[in-house]
């Protein structure tokens, strides 16, 4: 069965604290790998699509890596405004448009 | 410019109401969505059309009913709303790649069933 599991659930971090975040997926022929950020009370916004292994996509404090059977999204010195629930989801089946998504990873970064 | 807009933003009403919520995407887009997302933030897709047409229907109950007038518009229609409906919803639209493309989300309706 298709599935995305995200660790930690949550994740407290001093400002300029470098930490990771992990989501891992079983799915069959996977045609991307999409990170999103949600901010409370706000839909989640995209930020990174990764298609194969090795691939990496950068964004200010953030890079996202791929491998065959997970995802890291890596926060170098974090800032309080990068505070967010990170998620990460993967379409589903072929010629579908079902994403999966995990549960997410809740990022408080302390000032 | 808001690129996918949902109303409203907050819905309260009682158990046995029929409510609506509106979507509308100016991305552009062919697909739209609507995502439930429970209290602890799962986000679980309920129904997808692509160029007004259904082309996902989740195991959602038939008291929920989607119409899409168009491909910029997508409405959600809920009968009867039990206690269990409380969530938030969530539209989305993207370019119908075969699940390629990236979704693009509304800010939610969060509803609550009294």
């Known amino acids: 069965e298709d599935q995305v599991t995200q660790s930690p659930e949550a994740l407290r971090l001093q400002e300029g604290e470098s930490s990771s975040l992990n989501c891992s997926y079983t799915v069959s022929g996977l045609r991307g790998l999409f990170w999103y950020r949600q901010d409370p009370g706000k839909g989640p916004e995209f930020l990174f699509t990764l298609y194969s292994a090795g691939e990496e996509k950068e964004k200010e404090r953030l890079k996202a890596t791929l491998t065959k059977k997970e995802s890291f999204l890596h926060i170098t010195a974090p800032k309080p405004e990068d505070s967010a629930t990170y998620l990460c989801?993967?379409?589903?089946?072929?010629?579908?448009?079902?994403?999966?998504f995990g549960t997410g990873t809740r990022l408080k970064v302390l000032a | 410019d808001t690129a996918v807009s949902q109303t409203p933003k907050y819905l309260v009403t009682q158990m046995g109401n029929d409510k609506s919520i509106k979507c509308e995407q100016n991305l552009g887009h062919d697909t739209m969505y609507w995502y439930k997302q429970d209290s602890k933030k799962f986000l679980k897709i309920m129904f997808s059309y692509n160029n007004k047409e259904l082309i996902i229907n989740e195991t959602v109950p038939n008291r929920f009913s989607p119409k899409s007038p168009d491909k910029a518009h997508l409405n959600l229609h809920i009968n009867s709303l039990e206690l269990g409906d409380s969530a938030v919803y969530f539209c989305?639209?993207?370019?119908?790649?075969?699940?390629?493309?990236?979704?693009?989300f509304g800010n939610g309706t969060r509803l609550t069933v009294t």
């Open positions: 989305a639209s993207s370019y119908s790649s075969g699940g390629n493309s990236p979704l693009h």
């Open positions: 989801a993967v379409p589903r089946g072929s010629g579908t448009y079902k994403y999966i």
